[in-house]
């Protein structure tokens, strides 16, 4: 069964992203995030599936990236944001696997400029309630 992990990128400072609205936290709080609790449920019968908080974990780029070989995944899907997308682009890009797919309101405003100048990035979920 291939597996599929469920990324929440680290970030400098502690950034929300979430059903394609994100903000910085102000009292240090996080919440999990809906967009993969929906999709975690859609695919769980067809993939094993892992879930990644780099947010909520607090980890550091280099923890992160250790957990995310030690899954060694096939597929990648990843929350990202206006306030975040750089740096969830250059951590993401470096991460080895063989499909990567994006989520996040970043990608609505134009998916296929943001395809077309980030060739690592395979697909974008525009609606995570559909399987």
């Not at 709080?29 to 609790?37: A, E, G, R, V």
């Not at 134009?110 to 990035?121: A, C, G, S, V, Y």
Request: proline share 4%; hydrophobic share 45%.
């Amino acid at each position: 069964m291939q597996k599929i992990l469920l990324l929440n990128p680290p970030a400098e400072k502690l950034c929300l992203r979430d059903y394609f609205c994100s903000s910085l936290s102000k009292a240090g709080y996080c919440w999990q995030p809906i967009d993969f609790l929906v999709i975690s449920g859609l695919l769980k019968n067809h993939y094993e599936i892992f879930v990644l908080d780099c947010i909520a974990e607090k980890l550091n780029f280099e923890k992160s990236l250790k957990i995310i070989n030690s899954i060694s995944p096939d597929i990648l899907i990843f929350l990202s944001s206006s306030l975040s997308y750089k740096s969830d682009f250059d951590f993401v890009k470096n991460i080895n696997v063989k499909k990567i797919f994006g989520i996040g309101e970043i990608f609505l405003r134009n998916p296929k400029e943001i395809l077309r100048k980030n060739n690592f990035i395979n697909g974008i979920i525009l609606d995570f309630t559909h399987s």
